[in-house]
Antibody, heavy 118, light 110 residues
Framework: EVQLVESGGGLVQPGGSLRLSCVAS????????MNWVRQAPGKGLEWVSY????????HYADSVKGRFTISRDNAKNSLFLEVTGLRDGDTAVYYC???????????WGQGTLVTVSS | QSVLTQPPSVSAAPGQRVTISCSGS????????VSWYQQLPGTAPKLLIY???ERPSGISDRFSGSKFGTSATLGITGLQTGDEADYYC???????????FGGGTKLTVL
């Protein structure tokens, strides 16, 4: 059974930083591209970032470029998102998700909540 | 602002059929696969339809997807109260190098 478990969220002041983690199991993690998607309270889905299986290709949404950094450790079946320079608008549940070769988000974790507030 | 356009809400009675539209452009729906996601209240999104019209294992055949040009449609037949959820379309955008989503459609089963 595929499992994705996010952690690392919490309450942080504007301008602060966090490191989000996603631990994967039940599939060959090193073979899959991965993504982060977020959802602000009461709002729709917003894609955040993509990383290829080898980490060779990375993409970011314009709204987080220069502030967020995606990475992965295939030996530890783990995906990360370093979030810095946090703003009120970054308050959201952050989900990690696997991606199929046809660029579809297939499996999703349960999410971790990031709250930016003073 | 979402790049894909969906109606904010749809409703129908139990047992009826409903469709949800999703409109995009050549850089996304027109040249890439469309997927649909179901988000039940308080839960994570779940893949409902992939590659325009394919259902993952375990998804009821009451759900179907289609694509024509730069638009896609999700169909749900035999509506049940358990289908009440938010539904999102998604696609890769080759110009943005990003996954884009519709704004979501809230389905109410009256």
């Amino acid at each position: 059974e595929v499992q994705l478990v996010e952690s690392g969220g919490g309450l942080v002041q504007p301008g602060g930083s966090l490191r989000l983690s996603c631990v994967a199991s039940g599939f060959t993690f090193r073979s899959y591209s991965m993504n982060w998607v977020r959802q602000a309270p009461g709002k729709g889905l917003e894609w955040v970032s993509y990383i290829s299986s080898s980490s060779r290709t990375i993409h970011y949404a314009d709204s987080v470029k220069g502030r967020f950094t995606i990475s992965r450790d295939n030996a530890k079946n783990s995906l990360f998102l370093e979030v810095t320079g946090l703003r009120d608008g970054d308050t959201a549940v952050y989900y990690c998700a696997t991606m199929t070769p046809s660029l579809v988000l297939e499996y999703w974790g349960q999410g971790t909540l990031v709250t930016v507030s003073s | 602002q979402s790049v894909l356009t969906q109606p904010p809400s749809v409703s129908a009675a139990p047992g009826q059929r409903v469709t949800i539209s999703c409109s995009g452009s050549t850089s996304n729906i027109g040249n890439n696969y469309v997927s649909w996601y179901q988000q039940l209240p308080g839960t994570a999104p779940k893949l409902l339809i992939y590659d325009n019209n394919e259902r993952p294992s375990g998804i009821s055949d009451r759900f179907s997807g289609s694509k024509f040009g730069t638009s896609a449609t999700l169909g749900i037949t035999g509506l049940q109260t358990g289908d009440e959820a938010d539904y999102y379309c998604g696609a890769w955008d080759s110009s943005l190098n990003a996954v884009i989503f519709g704004g979501g459609t809230k389905l109410t089963v009256l």
